[in-house]
């Protein structure tokens, strides 16, 4: 493929007549300041990437002469690729995580080239730069990059991407599943059509919903409408039974298998719910038992300044999806513990040792819910309090050994 780029080089301090005939000016504001730092890697050159769907701004920084290098390529990684190895050897690249994907990284880390793929979150920007510009985002990527101040993100292995994808196809599934029913619901109580047979959503239910008719002069349209809403219910329905039979085979024959099974061991975590913590978090050994809460957004926010110390609602940052997991799980330990033949079953697939961890922790969590409960603490906040330590509990099952 061509490559449609400027390329423009700047050696750091020099006065700026080198460039297009400007008169002598001062040197480039902060960029002296930055390369006099020593290198904190190996690297020579530090590579900062500003990738969008049709378009790529580079920035390079050449740690041993101060130059400056900027170039505007075409979202290909192999003329990305072939961009970086004409720089000064060794280059290490950074870019931000976006809805381009890690294809990029894998790329570059498959030609021998570290690639950092900093959280945006983390990406600390001076708060009065009121100018925003792909180019100067890539020389501020380069330059947090020289300065080892990137906070990275997990790259997932094609696999680990793949089973994520179906997991959040399904929870798309079960968020549209939600939506259609409500729609419909609404729809019927308009009409005066409220269903006292029992518990709403079940095959007695369904047959209910079938019976309803719009008839009579000027309801066509009504009828229309509750008949696409209830075509929708059922293909919905469908495809949430297909990903759930495609995660229970992915689960029971997976890389991810012994640790879905481990964290079956506790209340409120089914194989589908397991399947979906093992691949959302992935590698558990970058956490700890305390820390796994804030990643996951479950501790309290707080603003504390001098001696007062304010603290509020949970932060709720993080993988909304687990949190969202954790929380209905949380609610399964309110109830008295009984180890029933579900838990039995669950159990029957984890090693002794999870098993042991498991009841353990649930017998802990329900301990946590009468406590919290003595002190009237609203169900609300107890529930988020019990998903804080159950994520602790599941980092303690999912980096248990095998053995």
């Not at 300041?33 to 500003?50: I, K």
Request: glycine share 8%; aromatic share 6%; charged share 25%.
């Amino acid at each position: 493929m061509t490559r449609r780029f400027r390329e423009e080089r700047l050696r750091v301090g020099a006065p700026l007549t080198q460039i297009r005939g400007l008169p002598d000016r001062e040197p480039l504001p902060g960029l002296s300041d930055m390369c006099g730092e020593a290198p904190m890697g190996a690297e020579r050159t530090s590579v900062g990437l500003d990738v969008h769907a049709r378009s790529v701004s580079a920035a390079a920084i050449d740690g041993v002469t101060g130059e400056l290098i900027k170039q505007r390529l075409v979202p290909d990684p192999r003329v990305v690729l072939d961009w970086v190895h004409d720089l000064p050897a060794p280059a290490a690249v950074t870019y931000e995580a976006g809805p381009t994907g890690f294809g990029l990284a894998r790329a570059l880390a498959a030609a021998g080239i570290r690639c950092e793929v900093a959280a945006p979150s983390k990406i600390n920007r001076p708060p009065g730069d009121r100018i925003k510009t792909d180019a100067r985002d890539a020389v501020l990527l380069a330059r947090l990059l020289r300065l080892d101040d990137i906070v990275a993100v997990r790259v997932p292995t094609v696999a680990q991407e793949s089973a994520r994808d179906l997991v959040r196809a399904r929870e798309d599934a079960r968020g549209d599943l939600m939506r259609v029913r409500h729609r419909l619901s609404k729809l019927l109580l308009r009409h005066g059509h409220v269903y006292s047979g029992g518990a709403a959503w079940t095959g007695k239910h369904e047959q209910w919903l079938r019976q309803i008719r719009f008839d009579g002069r000027g309801r066509a349209g009504t009828q229309a409408a509750y008949a696409a809403d209830l075509e929708a219910l059922t293909l919905t329905v469908a495809r949430r039974d297909r990903l759930d039979e495609q995660i229970t085979a992915l689960a029971a024959d997976s890389e991810f298998t012994p640790v879905t099974w481990r964290l079956c061991c506790l209340r409120g975590i089914s194989t589908l719910t397991g399947f979906s913590l093992a691949v959302e978090i992935g590698d558990w050994s970058r956490f700890t038992g305390a820390s796994i809460g804030a990643y996951l957004g479950l501790i309290p926010s707080e603003h504390s300044s001098g001696n007062s110390r304010r603290q509020g609602a949970i932060t709720k940052t993080g993988n909304s999806h687990v949190r969202r997991l954790l929380v209905e799980a949380a609610w399964h330990h309110q109830p008295a513990y009984r180890i029933g033949p579900t838990m039995r079953a669950r159990w029957d697939q984890a090693t002794p040792a999870a098993r042991v961890r498991g009841h353990a922790g649930n017998q802990r969590l329900h301990d946590r819910w009468v406590q919290l409960s003595s002190r009237n603490k609203k169900h609300t906040v107890a529930c988020v309090a019990i998903a804080r330590e159950l994520a602790g509990w599941c980092w303690s099952l999912a980096t248990l050994p095998d053995a």
